[in-house]
């Protein structure tokens, strides 16, 4: 089955650190890949996604590059913003379908 | 943007009891879906709902959920008889064509006592 496996959190960085959450999936297929961020108080955002190999998702300064031969998608942004601070979900989908298969999400606080 | 709304944020209730849980997808969205997350644990798909009937469903949703959508503007989540278990964080999502991305809710906070 498909699985997600982020990394663990908390973490805590100070404004303008570099940041890196890593994330691995298994699939079967070929899956899209997505990151998902939860402000406080708000819904789920599609963050950035990316659809097939070698395909980097970039979006608000972040960027991930889809990974098939380390099946991995890595979150990355160079200087964060404390307004950046947000729960972020790694998840996949698989054969064009919505249903998405999510990490456990790892919550970044930025320190000004 | 539009947005999903859910309501209400927090429901409190004993187990055994029936709750709904309700939530307003964007108007001109065709798919529609219920997710949830035990604290501490990953997000999870519960079920999938298009033209007014199941699509896909999970392992977790069992005899004693259900969907409706019943009139053109809500979709609602009915759990039958609560179990402790059933404590989590629920999203109701919207897609407009099941291809495009999915809009989430901010979420229903459910505590089973």
């Known amino acids: 089955g498909n699985s997600v496996t982020q990394m663990e959190g908390p973490v805590t960085l100070s404004e303008e650190a570099f940041l890196t959450i890593n994330c691995t999936y298994t699939?079967?297929?070929?899956?899209?890949l997505f990151w998902y961020v939860q402000y406080p108080g708000e819904g789920l955002q599609l963050l950035l996604k990316?659809?097939?190999?070698?395909d980097k998702g970039s979006n608000k300064g972040f960027e991930a590059t889809y990974r098939k031969e380390t099946t991995s998608f890595h979150l990355e942004k160079g200087s964060v913003q404390v307004s950046d601070s947000a729960v972020y979900f790694c998840?996949?989908?698989?054969?064009?379908?919505?249903?998405?298969?999510f990490g456990t999400g790892t919550r970044l606080t930025i320190i000004p | 943007e539009p947005e999903v709304t859910q309501t209400p944020s927090h429901q409190v209730t004993q187990m055994g009891q029936e709750v709904i849980l309700r939530c307003v997808p964007i108007?001109?969205?065709?798919?529609f879906y219920w997710y949830r997350q035990i604290l501490g644990q990953k997000v999870e798909f519960l079920v999938s709902?298009?033209?007014?009937?199941?699509?896909?469903k999970s392992e977790i949703f069992d005899d004693q959920f259900s969907v409706e959508r019943p009139d053109g503007s809500n979709f609602t989540l009915k759990i039958r008889s609560t179990k402790l278990e059933d404590s989590a964080m629920y999203f109701c999502?919207?897609?407009?064509?099941?291809?495009?991305?999915?809009?989430f809710g901010s979420g229903t906070q459910l505590s089973v006592l």
């Open positions: 108007s001109n969205h065709l798919y």
């Open positions: 990316a659809t097939k190999a070698d």
């Open positions: 709902f298009y033209n007014n009937e199941i699509s896909e």
């Open positions: 699939a079967t297929g070929y899956p899209s």
């Open positions: 998840a996949l989908s698989t054969f064009g379908n919505e249903k998405l298969t």
């Open positions: 999502a919207s897609s407009l064509t099941g291809k495009e991305k999915l809009f």
